[in-house]
Structures are given as C-alpha cells and as structure tokens.
C-alpha cells in the first residue's frame, strides 16, 4: 500500500473525470438510475412492453439492488483497509456514495409509501 499523500496530477485526474460526467447529463441520469434501483427501474420501464409484472418483484428488485452496493461497499471499504493495492481510496468512496445514495432513494420510495397508505386509509368510505 502507498503511504504517500495523493500528487496534484491524480487531483487534476480526478477534477477533469467529474468535468467530463458533469458535461454528459444522458449518461448520468442512467447511472443515477442505476444507482437508485437498477433492476428494479427496468423492471417497471419493461412493464407496458413485456408481460405485466408486480410491484412487489420490482420493489423486492430494487431493495436486492440497494443492498448489493451496500455490500460491495462495504468489501471495498475492508479490502482498503486491510491494505488491498488494487483498491483505492477513491474507488471506496465512490462506492460508498452511490451505495448511501441508493439508500437515501430507497428512504424515500418508502416515506412515499407510507403517506398513500396513511391517505388510504383515513379515507371516507
């Protein structure tokens, strides 16, 4: 493992990296997509063209898909710690954000839920 501080070059690396995805919004709404729920967003966008599929397997999809970043940041996080050259810093603190990020969406697709069935259920009758 390096023990040396990070150079100007991999900053300069890593700035021209973010200018260049910032400039590609096409690209980056995928990624946020596939962040979010992956498997479970494609579930539902393929429902008006394949057979019907269930809210409770797109749902159940894109909990499996948030909890895989979750885990595969968390390897990543052990594996630098451990003193894994392969892994970098960076690498595990990309991971570790998109991982948070698919949570926070998951955080809100279920605040969302509970507002319909609170609303349902307070209905007249």
Do not use: C, H, W
Request: positive net charge.
């Amino acid at each position: 493992m390096k023990t040396g501080g990070i150079d100007a070059s991999r900053i300069e690396s890593m700035l021209a990296q973010l200018k260049a995805a910032a400039q590609k919004p096409a690209v980056q709404s995928n990624a946020a997509a596939n962040a979010i729920g992956g498997n479970g967003l494609k579930a539902i966008g393929n429902q008006q063209n394949a057979s019907k599929v269930s809210f409770t397997d797109a749902l159940k999809a894109s909990l499996d898909q948030v909890n895989q970043s979750q885990l595969e940041a968390e390897k990543l996080g052990k594996n630098f710690a451990m003193g894994d050259d392969s892994v970098s810093l960076s690498d595990v603190m990309i991971s570790g954000q998109k991982a948070n990020i698919s949570f926070q969406a998951a955080i809100q697709v279920r605040n969302k839920l509970v507002n319909a069935y609170q609303d349902i259920m307070n209905m007249q009758v």
